[in-house]
């Protein structure tokens, strides 16, 4: 089974308000769980403490299982300091294809 730690999401129209959590990749955004590992209200002023609330313990755990983390959990992680360096911009697509390839064509140039 493929852990991710991911973010669902909930809250009414408009209002939205994330749970922080451990489940299966092939499972629906919304849906079944394995455990939850913490909240992310982004209507909060981005100073606020209870904006981003980890239960750290449970994250170190299910990343020593070899779950792998979305983008935007990877940011959170990095920036509580658990995950340092972790994050990373991931664009899908044609477009962000060929931005990689010149990215790589100017690495390899200089």
Excluded: C
């Excluded at 590992?37 to 981003?52: H, I, Q």
């Amino acid at each position: 089974m493929a852990v991710r730690i991911r973010l669902a999401r909930g809250g009414a129209k408009k209002r939205p308000f994330y749970r922080i959590v451990a489940a299966d990749s092939r499972s629906p955004r919304d849906g079944r769980f394995l455990e939850k590992l913490g909240t992310y209200n982004p209507l909060l002023p981005s100073e606020a403490e209870n904006r981003v609330v980890l239960n750290e313990e449970r994250v170190r755990y299910w990343l020593g299982q070899g779950a792998q983390v979305s983008d935007r959990v990877a940011r959170f992680l990095d920036k509580a300091g658990i995950l340092p360096g972790a994050t990373r911009h991931r664009g899908t697509g044609k477009r962000a294809a060929e931005i990689a390839a010149k990215k790589q064509q100017t690495e390899s140039a200089a």
